[in-house]
């Protein structure tokens, strides 16, 4: 497919939009941040029909909200494209192929026990994703970082997610704070809304949204407090009318009203990302309800991590296993798949609501110049919280044992050398010198990665 030009201000076809939405969800490896990743290649840079500029805006925002937040990027942007329709479509179509996969995976499970062909299964496409990750560091941060206050915020943040284990929302909210301090002392470092210069010319930073949006701004991108008081009263509904009906017919004992409730409270904590809630409700889930064993909950992270979508689906996998186990007067199998779903719509169902409430009002914020120097050094911090993942990603990657040692009061994360994963490192080397040397591009990168480790399955290498 050839790229959209940036002076075209046709409305974007919707079918096409469904087929990319399609292919985003299909190659949303690698958490976050290579989901991200694969979202700023697609949208941003092959079909360009959305400017880096309203693309970082759209994340920034995203990154304040709790849950997935490239599940809610796509259904910001896709809303941005579609009104709700295309909102909702990019979000199901985000979440569905890994839905799918888990629920088969943990059919498999139960079945069968814990399958280790997964992982080596998925061995290249994590090479990949380590690639596409690198990729979008270099990427983002060229366009982001514009000078060395940005530079040094984030430098700051990865320092202080990575070795002192700073909680995500006060590494974003002392990145706004210092975006607008930097506002109101008047220091050009962090004046929002300048073009981003450079090689690729003034017309760089302008994708087919921000044409058309030039002509004049949607009706359904302008805020209306009667639509969002509509919006709220329905998704309320769709989000935690469930949890009602569970309750007045089943009572609260029953288990599936407590996947309800639980996970309705988990979707509204989920500050930080998948990693930052996981303990937490692996702690519960264990300790407190029972539902499965200690080991099981790492087998469910590893599942999900080998499977394409947000990594907080491995909550689906909890429900799974905890109405599989009690599931009352229902085949066991049939529980488990209803528990299952129920934890899934509940977890994700909040995230719509998010998006479709608030970013009308993001959108007509983003030529206040105070909110613009808080997301300026906002989007520079997010580039460290990418590099955060990125690393984190690698050691995991390439080094089957990491361990956390403390000292100074850093979280030091040091992998032991002796566990290295030769068939990882040696693949992730080959997806660098294929997207960076070779530049066959990320589909190809992806094809390759995999088909290098089924290679290496078939004769026997282990992961």
């Keep these: 497919m050839h790229a959209t030009s940036p002076n075209d201000v046709t409305e974007i076809p919707f079918k096409d939009a469904v087929r990319v939405w399609a292919r985003v969800a299909a190659l949303s490896f690698g958490g976050p941040a290579g989901q991200i990743a694969v979202m700023h290649r697609i949208l941003v840079d092959e ?7 309203r693309f970082l805006h759209a994340l920034n925002y995203c990154m304040l909200l709790p849950g997935p937040e490239a599940q809610q990027l796509a259904i910001y942007i896709g809303w941005l494209m579609h009104k709700i329709r295309g909102g909702l479509v990019a979000g199901t179509l985000f979440v569905l192929p ?4 888990l629920m088969i995976l943990s059919w498999f499970y139960v079945v069968y026990g814990s399958v280790p062909a997964v992982a080596a299964m998925f061995l290249g496409l994590k090479a990949a994703v380590l690639a596409i990750v690198l990729e979008a560091v270099i990427r983002v941060g060229r366009r982001a970082l514009k000078n060395g206050a940005t530079i040094a915020v984030a430098a700051v943040a990865f320092v202080g997610l990575f070795l002192f284990a700073v909680p995500f929302p006060l590494v974003i909210l002392g990145a706004a704070l210092i ?5 109101v002392l008047r220091l050009r470092a962090f004046a929002g809304g300048g073009r981003h210069g450079g090689k690729d010319g003034p017309d760089a930073d302008v994708g087919v949204i921000d044409s058309i949006f030039a002509r004049g701004i949607p009706q359904h991108v302008k805020p209306s ?38 996970f309705s409270k988990m979707a509204v904590v989920t500050f930080g990302g998948a990693y930052a809630v996981l303990s937490y409700v692996a702690q519960q889930a264990v300790e407190n309800f029972g539902w499965l064993r200690p080991h099981e909950m790492i087998d469910g992270l590893g599942m999900a991590e080998t499977t394409p979508g947000p990594l907080v689906i491995v909550l ?23 528990g299952a779903c129920l934890t899934t719509w509940v977890t994700f169902t909040p995230c719509f609501l998010w998006i479709f409430l608030g970013a009308p009002y993001v959108e007509s914020l983003r030529r206040v110049t105070a909110l613009n120097a808080a997301l300026s050094a906002i ?4 580039v460290g919280v990418i590099l955060n993942l990125a690393v984190w990603f690698a050691l995991h990657t390439v080094f089957a044992t990491v361990t956390e040692t403390h000292v100074l009061g850093m979280t030091l994360q040091l992998p032991e050398i002796s566990t290295v994963r030769l068939p990882s490192l040696l693949l992730s080397l080959g997806a660098v010198i294929a997207l960076f040397v070779l530049r066959i591009g990320m589909v190809w990168t992806f094809v390759a990665a995999t088909a290098a480790g089924l290679l290496l399955f078939a004769f026997g290498i282990n992961p």
């Design 47 to 53: 079909k360009r029909w959305i400017s880096e500029r």
């Design 98 to 101: 890994g839905f799918v996969a």
């Design 179 to 183: 975006g607008f301090a930097g506002h």
């Design 225 to 262: 407090s009667r639509r969002a008081l509509a919006l709220l009263v329905v998704f309320l509904i769709l989000w935690l009318g469930p949890l009602a009906v569970l309750f007045g017919t089943l009572g609260g004992d029953s288990v599936f009203t407590q996947i309800a409730a639980f």
């Design 316 to 338: 689906q996998f909890v429900g799974f296993l905890a109405a599989h186990r009690n599931p009352g007067t229902l085949d066991p199998m049939l529980a488990a798949a209803l």
């Design 379 to 382: 989007t520079a911090a997010v």
